[in-house]
């Protein structure tokens, strides 16, 4: 089905009664697992939740087509009886209840799409919508973005099919014409939001920052498929406002001249993009986004962009074996990344030693290694005596996919001449968390090492002075909260960044310095206004390390306590993660000096919410 080829009539109404009706995705799955789970040894097959016409049903899939079986829907909320219903004897094994609370965990990820789709979860669910919605005039803003999002994955659809050719095919025209013509859809609704609410908020941030993320993609995808004029249309059409290129500029300011910066998601990788596209910044950095290195096309790209050099090429990561491979727990000594890749070069020659994935019939290659190295050559060693030098840099994991082999060989075969990065303050997304021994902090990014500190209570060293640098001097903030802000994650990342630092910099007994930095943090960050509470936590516990600056951390933990009260109250509360909250925040108050009247507040609402989950 193209875009063009939608029923439309000349007035329609959207039935905002029914789609008011469905219960929130997050209570679906708590009514599910407290007396059902997925079977548990399905041949072939998965399970998942769907929110569909008829209601919230049940979907069985098969692992080795991808695709939902005939025959596989079991119904389990009603749209018409608007109850639950019993979804079917299948499903009724509920004597196990770790193992219901593990099957919750993993179907719980994706509430926001659930909630904020009319459907979700079913091949054909955008055309339903579209279907729906495409020519209503009553939408409110919920049902123009869920519209919005129904456009989005009728682009993906496109690439994606185009992705998943066994040749290697390119997008015919007419393909890259409905691609931008669904983009631009998406576009024009999310900005029909912002002239109504330029607060909403979307999954990434502010719906602004959502329409400029949506334009990037249109961006991306026609320079992927080499057509410079429509990129062009795309780029121009972007209107990121100071607080997002402010902190993409920082985040490449954060890297050494020819860098290689590994990014995660939307956010660190669209604006960086256009920083340096449209504005021409920071153009030396190679920005390789880790979400898109499973795809062989994006491979390429980047390799080609930056002038990448790789040990594997075009043709051994369009070959399905490289998609996933298992590496077994060894004492085997390590091997040498370029040993490792040259092996690569010939998969089918592994394939002797393949087991079948999981409930799936396909085999992967699994190698009986688990640890690999790099060979660091001439590398300078800085003039820090609580630094070692390492003559190789290891790396270990239980499992390796494309994006993880593609990670590693552009590593293995760039880091001698040029500084590698991850993106993100927390470092929770580099390729395996062994690596952090070798990472060093330099802002919004940590840099790849060869040398490791000797004695440290932090994941990863810091390189203080360059930090103190960018924070207090270079640094780009243009935070404001007017509409709510463009990104919260961003902004707590920077809260993150600077509490690192400021306990890194006591830990070196360097007090005046770190009150700097805590007293910049504390003039740039409207902390009050961010929604979640932790980085109220995290600024009090800093404040706590300056006797001067007790009375600021009394307000941060009341203000902290307000906000949760306020989840509480609204009901949006996750109240396992609040009391083990009130607990930790607890055991912190016990040690201050602080008032009493924030002690008992706190104990009293812990054991209110404690009272809460019993009775529940």
Known sequence: R??????????????????KSYPRYETVVNEFFKEYSFPLHPEGEYYRFAKTKKGYEVLCFSYEENSEKENGRDLFWSLEEKKFVDPGKKYHHNENYEMREQQKGYNSYQGYSYNRMIYFGYKGCEDDIIEELEDAENLTD??????????????????????????????????????????????????????????????????????????????????????????????????????????????????????????????????LWYV?????????????????????????????????KMKLGE?????????????????????????FLTALKDPEALMDNSETYGNSKRKLIVLEQNTFKLTVGSYALPVDSSLVRSDVILFKGKSLYKTGIAQLDIIANNFSERPVYFAGGDLEHSWDRSLNVYLENCGLAAELT????????????????????????????????????????MVRTYIFIFTGLINYMLDKNETADAEKVLDKCL???????????????????????????????????NQCLDKIEKELNENKADKERVSSFLNSMISQLTMTPLSKKLFDRCTALKEKVEGEMVKY
């Open 315 to 339: 043709k051994e990561y369009n070959k399905t074996e490289l998609d996933a491979i298992f590496l077994n727990e060894s004492v085997r000594p390590p091997v040498e990344l370029d040993s």
């Open 142 to 271: 919920t049902l123009m973005e869920s519209l919005a999002r129904a456009y989005g994955g009728k682009a993906n659809e496109i690439s994606s099919e185009i992705y998943s050719s066994k040749t290697d095919r390119k997008p015919t025209e007419e393909e890259k014409e409905n691609f931008a013509e669904y983009i631009n859809k998406e576009g024009e609704l999310y900005k029909k939001i912002m002239e109504n609410n330029p607060a909403y908020q979307c999954l990434v941030g502010r719906v602004d920052a959502k329409l400029g993320h949506q334009y990037m993609h249109g961006f991306y995808q026609m320079d992927l498929w080499g057509e410079d004029d429509r990129k062009k249309e795309f780029l121009n059409k972007v209107e990121y406002g100071p607080f997002i290129t402010g902190y993409a500029e920082n985040l490449l300011s954060s890297c050494k001249k020819n860098a290689i910066l590994f990014t995660n998601g939307d956010g660190d990788t669209y604006p």
């Open 450 to 489: 060869p040398y490791m500190e000797k004695i440290s209570m932090y994941n990863a060293r810091m390189n203080a002075p360059f930090m103190k640098e960018l924070l207090l001097k270079k640094f780009k903030y243009n935070i404001s909260s007017k509409n709510g802000f463009e990104s919260e994650s």
């Open 2 to 19: 193209t875009s063009h080829s939608y029923h439309r009539t000349s007035v329609k109404e959207a039935d905002l009664e029914k789609y």
């Open 276 to 308: 340096q596209e449209h504005n021409g910044f920071r153009t030396d950095v190679a920005i390789v986004n880790t979400s898109l290195l499973n795809l062989p096309d994006y491979i390429q790209y980047v390799r080609k962009k930056y002038g990448l």
């Open 523 to 557: 003039k740039e960050i409207p902390v009050k206004e961010i929604e979640d509470y932790t980085g109220d936590m995290m600024l009090a516990m800093a404040c706590l390390k300056f006797e001067n600056k007790h009375k600021i951390a009394e307000e941060l933990f």
